[in-house]
């Protein structure tokens, strides 16, 4: 149980083009997903929290403008590069909770290569 | 600001021996704290959860600890075989009092099991 599946797994791009990640928690209902930024030998650096139904909350540095998060139902959230340039190439992360108290479950990551 | 270091960054160790993965966070007031296991190119998959309350967890031939008064957590890994080799990740998950509840990762152990 507790799957969460993310698409595209790969993505090659032009600059300037905007690119749409999805999320989807497949046996669970997610209330919360986390958008996740992973340089190469890297930690995970959180991009943003979004609950369903609600505004994204995006940390500090992260343009929001840019990144726009879209959590339109419990168990989808989409991630968008708008007009993406070389420095957006990155593996991006998403994962899923389905409450307060339980465990964060991750998809396998979506790598964005800008060129 | 809560910061998450682990210790050591890289490990390579026979198969068969036991070993002890270190994490440690600067911020004693979490929520709970979560081990993950990453391999390369792929998403995050979660080994065990520690809630703040609570000292160890098990599952297998891992064992997690969490010592909240002095900021740390120890993976405890027994008779490690090679399929063991990845990158393993803690997280520390934020106290929702302080107004978030968001997960800070720590910096990584990649682990290398020789045959």
């Known amino acids: 149980g507790a799957v969460v599946s993310q698409h595209p797994s790969w993505v090659i791009c032009k600059s300037g083009t905007s690119v749409k990640i999805e999320c989807r928690s497949l046996?669970?209902?997610?209330?919360?997903m986390f958008w996740y930024r992973q340089f190469p030998k890297q930690s995970l650096m959180l991009m943003a929290t979004?609950?369903?139904?609600?505004?994204?909350?995006?940390e500090q540095g992260v343009e929001k403008d840019k990144f726009l998060i879209n959590h339109a139902s419990l168990t989808l959230s989409t991630l968008t590069v708008t007009s993406a340039h070389p420095e957006d190439s990155s593996f991006y992360i998403c994962?899923?909770?389905?409450?307060?108290?339980?465990?964060?479950?991750f998809g396998d990551g979506t790598r964005l290569s800008i060129l | 600001k809560q910061e998450v270091t682990q210790i050591p960054a890289a490990l390579s160790v026979p198969e068969g021996e036991n070993l002890v993965l270190n994490c440690s966070f600067t911020?004693?007031?979490?929520?709970?704290l979560q081990w993950f296991r990453q391999d390369p190119g792929k998403g995050l998959t979660s080994l065990l959860l520690i809630q703040s309350s609570q000292r160890e967890q098990t599952s297998g031939r891992l064992n997690a600890s969490l010592d909240k008064s002095s900021g740390r957590s120890t993976l405890y890994i027994a008779a490690s075989q090679p399929g063991d080799s990845a990158t393993y990740l803690c997280a520390v998950r934020l106290d929702p009092t302080s107004g978030t509840y968001k997960y800070i990762f720590g910096t990584g152990t990649r682990l290398k099991v020789l045959a």
């Open positions: 979004s609950n369903e139904g609600s505004k994204a909350t995006y």
């Open positions: 994962s899923a909770q389905g409450g307060v108290h339980q465990p964060q479950h």
């Open positions: 046996d669970f209902q997610a209330t919360t």
């Open positions: 911020d004693s007031a979490i929520y709970n």
